[in-house]
């Protein structure tokens, strides 16, 4: 009987959808080859699947008196309720599915861990070290759940530690 496979949450874009602000994908070739026989993908791209158009006007996150804001940095439209009321169920849906970690886009104001730029409202960097807003909801909701981005990939591989990645 056949072992089943980890779901891993994935970036869409990392697998190749076209589903970045400016209609582009950002395919990682090493996601697929790593980890495509070893793990269940599923694709998941919170700017999208909330609502965002492809393409949309590019965004950031800001930080001012209503705290960390994800903004359309022309235009300063706070997109930040529909993310997170998007996020609030995504969450739950994808923890019914089974989703046992998480790979995300490195420095999306959505999708990145731990190395995401915060601006202030003059668009000066205050910060590079931050989640993006999806991100920050999942470990709220699961502090324990192994995430990382494709830029540390082989650091987020030894931390799923799973037997079937040892030669």
């Known amino acids: 009987m056949p072992l089943k496979k980890l779901k891993i949450g994935v970036s869409a874009c990392l697998l190749g ?3 970045r602000y400016d209609g582009t994908d950002k395919l990682d070739p090493r996601i697929v080859e790593r980890l495509l026989n070893k793990v269940d993908f599923v694709p998941v791209c919170p700017e999208v699947e909330c609502g965002l158009a492809i393409p949309r006007p590019a965004m ?3 930080r ?3 705290g960390t804001r994800l903004k359309v940095i022309a ?3 706070d997109e930040t309720r529909r993310m997170e009321e998007w996020a609030g169920v995504k969450i739950e849906q994808l923890l019914r599915r089974g989703i046992g970690a998480f790979l995300f886009k490195a420095r999306s ?3 990145g861990h731990g ?3 915060i601006f202030d409202s003059q668009g000066r960097c205050i910060m590079k070290t931050a989640d993006g807003l999806f991100v920050r909801m999942l470990r709220i909701k699961c502090p324990k ?9 082989e650091e987020f ?3 799923l530690n799973l037997d079937i990645f040892r030669d």
């Open 145 to 153: 759940m192994v995430i990382g981005t494709e830029d540390r990939l």
């Open 60 to 62: 950031r996150l800001e």
């Open 64 to 66: 001012g008196q209503g």
């Open 75 to 77: 235009t300063g439209e």
């Open 17 to 19: 959808m076209k589903y």
């Open 109 to 111: 104001p959505s999708c």
């Open 115 to 117: 190395n995401t730029s």
């Open 157 to 159: 591989i030894e931390k």
